[in-house]
């Protein structure tokens, strides 16, 4: 079944405006990000550059669906194709503003890239899936990698603040807070179907917070790592 066919007409106008919403922040943001790369120095404007390719790919996937939902179709495949791109870029952006050792970056780089695209290639089979049964399998199977991604980045985000200034280590405490709390945001959305495959508020939220979540994790994480790059850069000065 088409999800669309689920929503009342109030429904389907609050996530049509909700999508079109997410569109204009993210190509905002990355409008915005753009203006910052001289905000900081030399070192870190790689970390506000992959920001802003993060929220212009998002961008784009965005209007596509939006486009979409606005003639009444629904493709999960754009998310997840966001995703794909995107989340190996997030933790890209991060280790570069925490100040690691190039050892250190490229093998956790060499661990956490491989573990987002299984998470995610994972999910998707999952997502697309009528059964429940066939959900919560790969549900389980994306935690895995999900888990090991969320644990690895608060280990090194918590050893990052320990070693800075006080006004970096409460930015890096800050993005702490946005990653593991809106991360946590598409597991329970991911499994609103098999709650109640019929449920046109059930499909509404899933929507709405699969958007706001990546809102969140794009956009406003974006402007955290700017905040990060810039605190760093005039404790360096």
Known sequence: MNPIELLSPDQYTLV??????????????????????KSVKEQYRSAISVSAVVVGIAGYHYFRIWSDFGDLKMNEGYRYADWL???????????????????????????????????????????VASASGTKWLFWFLA?????????????????????????????IKNATYVL?????????????????????????????????????AKGLYGLMIVGIAKARSTSES
Do not use: C, H
């Open 16 to 37: 049509y405006n909700v999508l079109s919403f997410g569109t204009a922040v993210m190509f905002g943001a990355f409008v915005y990000f753009l203006t910052q790369l």
């Open 85 to 127: 791109i995107t989340v190996p870029l997030l933790i890209i952006e991060l280790l570069i503003v925490l100040g690691v050792s190039a050892d250190i970056r490229k093998r956790l780089m060499k661990s956490l890239l491989p573990a987002t695209v299984l998470m995610i290639g994972l999910g998707y089979p999952g997502e």
């Open 143 to 171: 935690m895995i990698p999900f888990a090991f991604i969320l644990w690895t980045l608060y280990g090194q985000l918590k050893a990052a603040a320990t070693r800075e200034t006080a006004e970096v280590a409460v930015a």
């Open 180 to 216: 593991l709390a809106t991360w946590m945001v598409y597991p329970i959305a991911y499994l609103f179907p098999v709650f109640d495959a019929s449920s046109g508020t059930l499909e509404t939220l899933r929507q709405v917070g699969y958007t706001f979540a990546d809102i969140t």
